[in-house]
């Protein structure tokens, strides 16, 4: 069975300083790894994915297979990316999404 | 496009009866997933409709659940009899290709 897990349900950080948000993952096929976040008042989108290897709002994830993990990172945090994240995974050709528990960002000015 | 639209956005019911979630995809996307969130449980998928059709419902929690989707552009998620513990917000989410998945606003359900 497939499962994701985020270890921390509430993150503080201040503003400027490094931020990473955990996931890690439980599966034996071939996984694609998502993040989705959720702002204030705002629908939950995806902020990226695994095989797109880009930087969104200056966050990267890198998929670590040996550590199953999916960690997101931004080096200077900035007060609007306070928000709830959600690392997510799927197997490849299937729509099917798991979601992990979610982790609230609060960046302290 | 508007986006996946949901309704209603908050729903106050009592235990017992019965609650009726709608939703409408973005036009022209072929699949609909059904998403329960909770602060304990985070978000769980319920169900997903390819093409109309229900794939997955394994994320029912039980026969008090059901969801249909009678064409590519409306779907309903049904409780019946509806209990204080499916107090929830409900998300229904689209998507075409690539896993993507695009989400709607959510509707706040609170049973009382």
């Known amino acids: 069975a497939q499962r994701v897990t985020q270890p921390e349900k509430l993150l503080s950080v201040f503003k400027g300083a490094p931020v990473e948000l955990k996931c890690n993952y439980s599966?034996?096929?071939?996984?694609?790894l998502f993040w989705y976040v959720q702002y204030s008042r705002q629908r939950l989108q995806l902020l990226l994915r695994?095989?797109s290897r880009e930087s969104i709002k200056g966050f990267t994830a890198d998929l670590n297979k040996g550590e199953t993990s999916f960690h997101l990172k931004k080096p200077f945090a900035q007060e609007e990316d306070s928000a709830m994240y959600y690392c997510?995974?799927?197997?490849?050709?299937?729509?099917?999404?798991?979601f992990g528990t979610g982790t609230r960002l609060t960046i302290i000015p | 496009d508007a986006g996946v639209i949901q309704s209603p956005r908050h729903e106050v019911t009592e235990m017992g009866q019965e609650v009726t979630l709608r939703c409408k995809p973005i036009?022209?996307?072929?699949?609909l997933f059904w998403y329960r969130q909770t602060m304990m449980r985070g978000l769980e998928l319920l169900i997903y409709?390819?093409?109309?059709?229900?794939?997955?419902d394994s994320g029912m929690p039980e026969d008090r659940f059901s969801a249909k989707m009678p064409n590519a552009s409306f779907s309903t998620l049904k409780i019946q009899p509806s209990e204080p513990r499916d107090s929830a917000v409900y998300f229904c989410?689209?998507?075409?290709?690539?896993?993507?998945?695009?989400f709607g606003a959510g509707t706040r359900l609170s049973v009382l």
């Open positions: 695994h095989i």
């Open positions: 036009s022209g996307h072929n699949s």
């Open positions: 997510a995974l799927s197997n490849f050709g299937n729509e099917k999404l798991t």
């Open positions: 989410a689209s998507s075409l290709l690539e896993n993507i998945q695009y």
């Open positions: 599966y034996s096929g071939s996984p694609e």
């Open positions: 409709f390819n093409n109309n059709v229900p794939i997955d």
